[in-house]
């Protein structure tokens, strides 16, 4: 007997299926729905993050001289919009994992950040449909350049923190022995 006759077999639905019948979406970039992978939550991350240094430092720059209190509203307004942004990335990262936005409130958790962050940038998303919608399309070049430029950038800042860190400490310690 086939499916068709016997009225006895499971019924098949494209609902149940989500190996086959999985399309896969672009990435939304300002939204707090829809999904978003590993390589894209940290390109977007680290590149948000340097538009915001280079933003903020240019508008202190100019304004702190001119008003200080418009220079602190401007450079609140736009930490802000950072934060909220990189709070969407993490909500949209948390439905790759097939798991609630509301997760994303232990960022705010000491500690139960870090685990978070850890389950965000190690454990694969689910393939196929999820519950909330279909995944993203593959990395084109232009992502996994973004992603390598981003880690590069990451690795060249922190190096240039180094190099004026280490000298101003030495100086520090230098200046605080001549005292004893």
Do not use: C
Not at 141 to 149: K, R, S, W
């Amino acid at each position: 007997m086939t499916t068709a006759v016997n009225p006895y077999a499971s019924p098949q639905t494209a609902d149940l299926d989500n190996d086959k019948n999985s399309e896969e979406v672009s990435a939304q970039l300002f939204s707090f729905s829809g999904r978003l992978g590993r390589l894209r939550l940290i390109a977007y991350g680290i590149i948000s993050a340097f538009v915001v240094m280079f933003v903020a430092g240019l508008a202190a720059a100019i304004l702190i001289p001119v008003n200080p209190v418009f220079a602190g509203f401007i450079y609140g307004a736009v930490v802000l919009s950072s934060a909220v942004y990189g709070f969407s990335l993490y909500i949209q990262r948390l439905h790759d994992l097939n798991q609630s936005g509301w997760w994303a409130l232990l960022m705010f958790v000491p500690l139960l950040n870090l685990a978070l962050l850890i389950y965000l940038l190690f454990f694969p998303g689910t393939k196929g449909n999820n519950r909330y919608g279909s995944p993203v399309k593959r990395n084109s070049t232009g992502v996994i350049v973004a992603f390598l430029l981003s880690v590069f950038l990451g690795i060249a800042y922190i190096g240039m923190v180094v190099a004026i860190a280490i000298p101003a400490y030495q100086d520090y310690v230098e200046r605080a022995q001549q005292v004893n």
